[in-house]
């Protein structure tokens, strides 16, 4: 009898310890947007649980979500205890936020906790963008898109604000991203309160600068706020909830059939300036004067700003110096200002006439074509200053010295006998080296030649390389993307003095990124079917003239490190 009571109690007690634990999750609703948020709850009930279960800060292994789903904020946690009838019963729950990564059927997989498992939950997850409504009774968005016609390029102000009425926390909202759009955020996210309609409401604002890259159709897709608005009296129980601002479509247009074959400057405003380092009147032939150019465009990026086109002028050398980029900005936008330098060397005397520069832009404001223009300058080249002679440093004899005249005749007489003697001893010597040069020039004839031919050879190239490199420049201030590629190909083989006979030799020699890009936009105008294309010839120039100055730094710098101190 003893022996049937305890196995009897035995069997009781795995029962008791079989039901004593269990892990249920569920979730709000099993059909949902491609945008919206599912509420997966998981509740684990621990029996015979003591009090200090309650202070356990476990939590199931949600790892397993991130495959399919996107975890929003942290999870949620809130512990219950109970006692009844001497039964001790700790609940512990935990709430998550999940959003789809797809549509379809998206499954919730089997998840863990203390040896218990959850059982998978299916969810259908169709296309539409949402099923969440703009406005809900405690949150709303307000969105704000530039007005009137909008140009590839051009900049675009996004202004997002979201409103809320309540209390909340794990407030997140979706990460701001356009296709075929280039992305500037102009300020940090805030929040700040404002009154409207007599009643204080809370804002979290957001400012993006958007820069189309082609035209036609853009689509700024709905941005999402999740949040779960607190329960003053159980802030673990407060409900979630998620909103959805409606798509915008904007259309962009191409190039304008009017706009000149130059390159593309879409802009609110574009201001052209310059200074001399010398005035007119003071040119000097083979003395450089520094002209120095500052544009200021509101509503373009550094990049966007090409080079300042230099006419040839005949006897006139240039020298371009690095180009200073600043770009400032603020909530309204980019405001950018380029400063390029060049030397401008005159190699003759006379009238020297700088042509005008007419550089076009776009008015986004207007709508229409304009030109930045610097005018004609007429200047008057003087020959260079001559040095001081020596021997205009020799005074004259004046009638003070003539008291000394009978001492100078003395003196003159004495010379007149040793000059024919340090004359004949010249003339010996001269004679001896003479021979000596002979023999030494006959030995070195070969070293000579070789070494004349070497220089020769070395003068040619460079003058190869000086020429490509015009041709380089005049292809590209005429847009002409044919004759630019070829002529890349060919200034590249030449200043490296390697074999090339493609663009991506160039761009490996040459090592830049951001000329990378601009050789692959050269390279989409020429064999894509997009009519669109923003093309900028003479911004490559300038990409490669910063390409070419940041390779030699870095081999001189090479060198530097490579060379033994001296011995001392």
Same mark, same amino acid.
């Given at each position: 009898?003893?022996?049937?009571?305890?196995?009897?109690?035995?069997?009781?007690?795995? +029962?008791?310890?079989?039901?004593?634990? #269990?892990?249920?999750?569920?979730?709000?609703?099993?059909?949902?947007?491609?945008?919206?948020?599912?509420?997966? @709850?998981?509740?684990?009930? #621990?029996?015979?649980?003591?009090?200090?279960?309650?202070?356990?800060?476990?939590?199931?292994?949600?790892?397993?979500?991130?495959?399919?789903?996107?975890?929003?904020?942290?999870?949620?946690?809130?512990?219950?205890?109970?006692?009844?009838?001497?039964?001790?019963?700790?609940?512990?729950?935990?709430?998550?936020?999940?959003?789809?990564?797809?549509?379809?059927?998206?499954?919730?997989?089997?998840? /863990?906790?203390?040896?218990?498992? &959850?059982?998978?939950?299916?969810?259908?997850?169709?296309?539409?963008?949402?099923?969440?409504?703009?406005?809900?009774?405690?949150?709303?968005?307000?969105?704000?898109?530039?007005?009137?016609?909008?140009?590839?390029?051009?900049?675009?102000?996004?202004?997002?604000?979201?409103?809320?009425?309540?209390?909340?926390?794990?407030?997140?909202?979706?990460?701001?991203?356009?296709?075929?759009?280039?992305?500037?955020?102009?300020?940090?996210?805030?929040?700040?309160?404002?009154?409207?309609?007599?009643?204080?409401?809370?804002?979290?604002?957001?400012?993006?600068?958007?820069?189309?890259?082609?035209?036609?159709?853009?689509?700024?897709?709905?941005?999402?706020?999740?949040?779960?608005?607190?329960?003053?009296?159980?802030?673990?129980?407060?409900?979630?909830?998620?909103?959805? +601002?409606?798509?915008?479509?904007?259309?962009?247009?191409?190039?304008?059939?009017?706009?000149?074959?130059?390159?593309?400057?879409?802009? +609110?405003?574009?201001?052209?300036?310059?200074?001399?380092?010398?005035?007119? &009147?003071?040119?000097?032939?083979?003395?450089?004067?520094?002209?120095?150019?500052?544009?200021?465009?509101?509503?373009?990026?550094?990049?966007?700003?090409?080079?300042?086109?230099?006419?040839?002028?005949?006897?006139?050398?240039?020298?371009?110096?690095?180009?200073?980029?600043?770009?400032?900005?603020?909530?309204?936008?980019?405001? &950018?200002?380029?400063?390029?330098?060049?030397?401008?060397?005159?190699?003759?005397?006379?009238?020297?006439?700088?042509?005008?520069?007419?550089?076009?832009?776009?008015?986004?404001?207007?709508?229409?074509?304009?030109?930045?223009?610097?005018?004609?300058?007429?200047?008057?080249?003087?020959?260079?200053?001559?040095?001081? /002679?020596?021997?205009?440093?020799?005074?004259?004899?004046?009638?003070?010295?003539?008291?000394?005249?009978?001492?100078?005749?003395?003196?003159?007489?004495?010379?007149?006998?040793?000059?024919?003697?340090?004359?004949?001893?010249?003339?010996?010597?001269?004679?001896?080296?003479?021979?000596?040069?002979?023999?030494?020039?006959?030995?070195? @004839?070969? &070293?000579?030649? /070789?070494?004349?031919?070497?220089?020769?050879?070395?003068?040619?190239?460079?003058?190869?390389?000086?020429?490509?490199?015009?041709?380089?420049?005049?292809?590209?201030?005429?847009?002409?993307?044919?004759?630019?590629?070829?002529?890349?190909?060919?200034?590249?083989? /030449?200043?490296?003095? @390697?074999?090339?006979?493609?663009?991506?030799?160039?761009?490996?020699?040459?090592?830049?990124?951001?000329?990378?890009?601009?050789?692959?936009?050269?390279?989409?105008?020429?064999?894509?079917?997009?009519?669109?294309?923003?093309?900028?010839?003479?911004?490559?120039?300038?990409?490669?003239?910063?390409?070419?100055?940041?390779?030699?730094?870095?081999?001189?710098?090479?060198?530097?490190?490579?060379?033994?101190?001296?011995?001392?």
């Amino acid at each position: 009898m003893v022996m049937r009571a305890l196995i009897a109690a035995a069997f009781l007690l795995l +029962s008791q310890l079989a039901a004593a634990a #269990d892990l249920i999750a569920s979730v709000d609703r099993k059909q949902i947007g491609r945008a919206d948020p599912v509420t997966l @709850q998981i509740v684990y009930s #621990d029996v015979q649980a003591g009090f200090l279960s309650l202070l356990n800060t476990d939590m199931p292994d949600m790892s397993q979500l991130e495959r399919d789903w996107n975890i929003v904020g942290r999870p949620r946690i809130s512990k219950e205890s109970s006692n009844i009838n001497g039964n001790r019963t700790a609940q512990t729950r935990w709430e998550v936020e999940l959003l789809p990564r797809r549509s379809g059927e998206v499954l919730i997989p089997s998840l /863990s906790f203390k040896g218990q498992y &959850t059982d998978p939950i299916r969810i259908q997850v169709k296309d539409t963008q949402t099923t969440q409504p703009e406005k809900t009774e405690n949150f709303y968005f307000e969105v704000e898109v530039s007005s009137g016609t909008h140009y590839v390029q051009e900049q675009l102000l996004y202004i997002e604000r979201m409103y809320y009425t309540v209390n909340h926390e794990d407030a997140v909202l979706s990460e701001f991203e356009v296709a075929n759009a280039r992305v500037q955020p102009l300020m940090d996210a805030k929040q700040y309160l404002t009154v409207v309609d007599g009643q204080r409401i809370g804002v979290y604002e957001r400012r993006y600068a958007l820069f189309p890259e082609s035209s036609g159709t853009l689509t700024i897709p709905g941005q999402r706020f999740t949040a779960r608005v607190t329960d003053r009296f159980n802030r673990f129980r407060g409900s979630a909830e998620t909103i959805v +601002s409606k798509p915008i479509e904007l259309q962009i247009q191409p190039i304008p059939d009017n706009y000149p074959q130059a390159p593309w400057i879409p802009a +609110s405003r574009f201001t052209l300036d310059e200074t001399f380092s010398a005035p007119p &009147t003071e040119w000097q032939v083979g003395e450089p004067v520094t002209r120095t150019f500052a544009i200021k465009a509101t509503g373009l990026s550094a990049g966007q700003v090409p080079p300042i086109p230099m006419a040839e002028v005949p006897g006139v050398r240039y020298y371009p110096d690095q180009t200073q980029d600043d770009s400032s900005i603020s909530d309204q936008g980019i405001t &950018t200002v380029v400063t390029q330098s060049v030397a401008v060397v005159p190699g003759n005397t006379g009238d020297l006439t700088l042509p005008e520069i007419r550089i076009p832009w776009w008015n986004t404001l207007e709508n229409r074509v304009e030109y930045a223009t610097l005018p004609e300058h007429n200047i008057q080249v003087i020959a260079a200053k001559a040095s001081t /002679s020596p021997s205009d440093a020799i005074p004259e004899l004046t009638g003070s010295d003539e008291a000394d005249s009978d001492n100078a005749k003395s003196v003159e007489t004495t010379q007149s006998y040793l000059i024919p003697l340090i004359v004949s001893i010249g003339f010996n010597l001269l004679l001896l080296a003479a021979i000596i040069g002979l023999y030494l020039s006959r030995k070195n @004839q070969t &070293t000579v030649a /070789s070494t004349e031919d070497t220089a020769e050879a070395e003068k040619a190239s460079k003058e190869e390389t000086h020429y490509l490199w015009r041709e380089l420049k005049k292809a590209a201030r005429d847009n002409n993307a044919q004759a630019l590629r070829e002529m890349i190909i060919r200034w590249a083989a /030449s200043e490296s003095g @390697q074999s090339m006979t493609s663009l991506a030799q160039a761009e490996v020699w040459l090592d830049d990124f951001r000329l990378s890009a601009a050789l692959a936009e050269l390279d989409a105008t020429l064999y894509s079917t997009d009519d669109n294309s923003a093309f900028n010839g003479q911004g490559i120039i300038g990409l490669i003239e910063k390409a070419l100055k940041a390779k030699k730094e870095k081999q001189n710098a090479s060198r530097n490190e490579s060379v033994l101190p001296e011995l001392y």
